[in-house]
């Protein structure tokens, strides 16, 4: 049987069989605070997530800072009528908070790691020595920077919204060249995500095709969707975290808050639980006790030795303390070998073998 692919993150095995990686991404919802960032890298860690994720780039390293068409969103999104540049402007995190945030995660037991956008943050990000390096879908198509990633050696997970299969393929072969383990999320890359565009049945679809862990992330509203892309096979959930969504920000609409997030991490962990063996397994003990309450053979009413047993007289009902219900037909026709009470559970003893003529 072939291994199931994995990758190992910070001390931590990725990949089918192994515990879901859950990732709370800080994205833009500190609102410029680094208080607030702070206190979304506690409720996570409090809410049982295994990573915090940040995103590491200026609104220069992004975008141009024009105000033409090209540069203006207002394709019905959540941040039509501003340019690219003051919505990166407003959203980045500070690259001075980096290393306290990540000094703040390590505290609490979490992986720290980011996306980085471009060159530069490359270089930054290895400063701090993070575990891994994660690729926003937009820059899936962005060459020579999974080349600069890529050239650290470190695991790259990838988001792959928008992505064809060709996309896909030439990004896992420009991170694998360089000698970087990978996994792949699927990606709805709309913010929020309708639950009718997430297709999760191409979690399956990606782990076949290229041979690596897969994962989600996920702009859907509520926990659903993440919960059922594990049932089907994801072994790293994403989700945009915030303190509360009526603090507003660019991406507090479509992100948990931390109830939100611990209600997630429960129903994640207890799926996998529940997902457990496709192997044939004896019964476990919450469902061993109840064997007994199975149906057998009983005697249901009073005979005597010499007796005939019949329809009448045996039947196979709960509990489980008499012959198989296999045996039914075969002791029709069959004597009682000594008198038998009603509710005797049936056994061999019981039984006598038909006179022959």
């Known amino acids: 049987m ?14 089918a ?20 960032a702070a206190d979304i890298v506690r409720a996570a860690a409090a809410s049982g997530a295994d990573a915090v994720k940040l995103q590491t780039y200026t609104a220069d390293t992004m975008t141009l800072d024009l105000d033409t068409p090209p540069f203006r969103i207002d394709h019905g999104t959540l941040w039509d009528g501003t340019t690219l ?14 290393p306290r ?21 490359v270089d930054f990000l290895e400063g701090l020595d993070v575990p891994a390096h994660k690729i926003a ?4 198509v962005d060459i020579p920077l999974l080349e600069k990633v890529a050239a650290t050696g470190k695991p790259v997970i990838v988001s792959t919204g928008m992505s064809s299969d060709r996309e896909i393929e030439e990004a896992l072969a420009t991170l694998t060249r360089g000698g970087s383990p990978v996994a792949l999320l699927r990606c709805t890359s709309a913010y929020p995500a309708p639950p009718e565009e997430m297709h999760l049945r191409r979690i399956h679809h990606l782990a076949e095709r290229h041979g690596v862990p897969v994962g989600l992330s996920d702009h859907t509203l509520g926990i659903e969707v993440a919960v059922a892309a594990v049932a089907l096979g994801a072994c790293i959930i994403e989700k945009h975290v915030t303190l509360a969504r009526d603090d507003g920000g660019p991406d507090s609409s479509f992100s948990l808050e931390p109830q939100e997030l611990a209600d997630l991490v429960a129903a994640v962990r207890k799926v996998e639980a529940a997902l457990g063996s496709a192997q044939p397994a004896a019964p476990g003990p919450a469902e061993r006790g109840n064997r007994r309450f199975r149906r057998s053979l009983f005697v ?13 007289n045996l039947r196979s009902i709960r509990p489980g303390h008499g012959l198989h219900p296999r045996h039914y037909r075969q002791v029709l026709g069959c004597t009682a070998a000594r008198n038998v009470t009603r509710g005797t559970p049936l056994s061999w ?3 006598a073998e038909p006179e022959t003529p």
């Open 2 to 15: 072939t291994a199931q692919p994995s990758l190992r993150l910070a001390g931590r095995q990725l990949g």
């Open 17 to 36: 069989g192994h515990p879901v990686f859950i990732v709370a991404e800080l994205s833009a919802n500190h609102n410029g605070s680094y208080q607030r």
């Open 85 to 98: 540049h003051d919505l990166y402007r407003r959203a980045h995190t500070p690259w001075e908070w980096h």
């Open 101 to 121: 945030l990540q000094d703040l995660a390590k505290e609490l037991g979490l992986v720290f790691f980011s996306s980085p956008f471009d060159a530069s943050a």
């Open 137 to 140: 879908s937009f820059e899936i």
């Open 300 to 312: 249901t009413a009073d005979v005597v030795r010499g007796d005939t047993f019949t329809s009448e």
């Open 349 to 351: 003893e019981l039984v």
